[in-house]
């Protein structure tokens, strides 16, 4: 019943989401719980769970979506590292990944989030080298 109502829809990364702490809190237990009484118990079931609960009829009055392009946040591990993979059949445009290391929208906008950038070895050695400490920390 899922795959038939979900297969046209896009599919949102559960590993980056933002909102109201009360909702937050009751949707994560959601994730937890349909994760536990899935039929795939050898596969993470959270990235399924979260789609078919946010597109539920329960969670949908909650739920906004916000394009990549808005610049809010970028999921590299599919947008960018897997776009050959995917080709056409991704729904937003590969990021913009600037000299300076900056992850950038196609107008030039930078991400406020940039999810899964250690999908890019360069761009991952670029952040590590910008954000450590000069303890080694």
């Known amino acids: 019943y899922e795959w ?7 599919s ?3 590993g980056c989401i933002i909102g109201d ?3 937050m809190l009751a949707l994560f ?3 937890f719980r349909w994760s536990l009484t899935s039929s795939n118990k050898n596969e993470p079931t959270d990235q399924a769970a ?17 394009k990549q392009e808005e610049g809010l946040a970028i999921q590299m591990g599919t947008t960018h590292a897997k776009r ?6 991704l729904m937003e445009p590969s990021p913009l990944i600037l000299d300076d290391g900056t992850v950038a929208t196609q107008n030039g ?3 406020c989030i940039v999810h899964q950038y250690d999908r890019d070895q360069a761009l991952k050695s670029v952040i590590h080298s910008r954000y450590a400490s000069s303890d080694g920390a």
């Open 4 to 10: 038939k109502s979900l297969k046209q829809k896009e």
């Open 12 to 14: 949102h990364c559960a």
């Open 21 to 23: 702490k009360k909702y």
């Open 29 to 31: 237990h959601d994730v």
């Open 50 to 66: 979260y789609n078919v609960l946010i597109n539920s009829p329960q969670w949908q009055p909650y739920v906004q979506s916000v």
């Open 84 to 89: 050959d993979f995917f080709g056409d059949l």
């Open 109 to 111: 906008t930078p991400f």
